[in-house]
């Protein structure tokens, strides 16, 4: 059972984290050690091109991995990303993004997940990261 609720996980990126609620990102569904978020697409994300920008792509990986965390560890606010990798593999044009993510690995002091970023209604798959948070 995940020690976050999705409800609970929104309420905290509307109160702590006001970068990822200035993107609409919302927590969907998260499990222990799992987390599937949303950021609908919207003009602000767009790069001249009109495809969702990298910066918004690598902040939705890193709130997705946070929830991912914070499933398996509780409301514990000050784990913070410590690495991130991030492979861009094709376009999101005008689409809203899936992220969903997964720890690898938990341990005491860090915890290692990788989140695939999806075209909603798509099996498309935008980008793939890793990363590492470290817990306080």
Known sequence: MSAISPEEFNALLNEKLPMA???NIQALSIGKGTARLLMPFGPHLTRPVDVVCGPALMTLADVA???AVLSAIGKVE???TS??????LRKAERCD??????LMKLGRRLAMGAVELIAA????????VTATYAIP
Do not use: C, Q, R
Not at 83 to 88: D, G, K, M, P, Q
Not at 97 to 102: G, T, V
Not at 121 to 128: A, K, N, P, R
């Open 21 to 23: 609620a200035a993107l």
């Open 65 to 67: 991995l946070y929830a």
């Open 78 to 80: 000050m784990a913070v």
């Open 83 to 88: 690495n991130l990798n991030i492979a861009f």
């Open 97 to 102: 993004i899936i992220a969903e993510a997964s």
């Open 121 to 128: 209604g798509t099996d498309d798959l935008v980008s793939h």
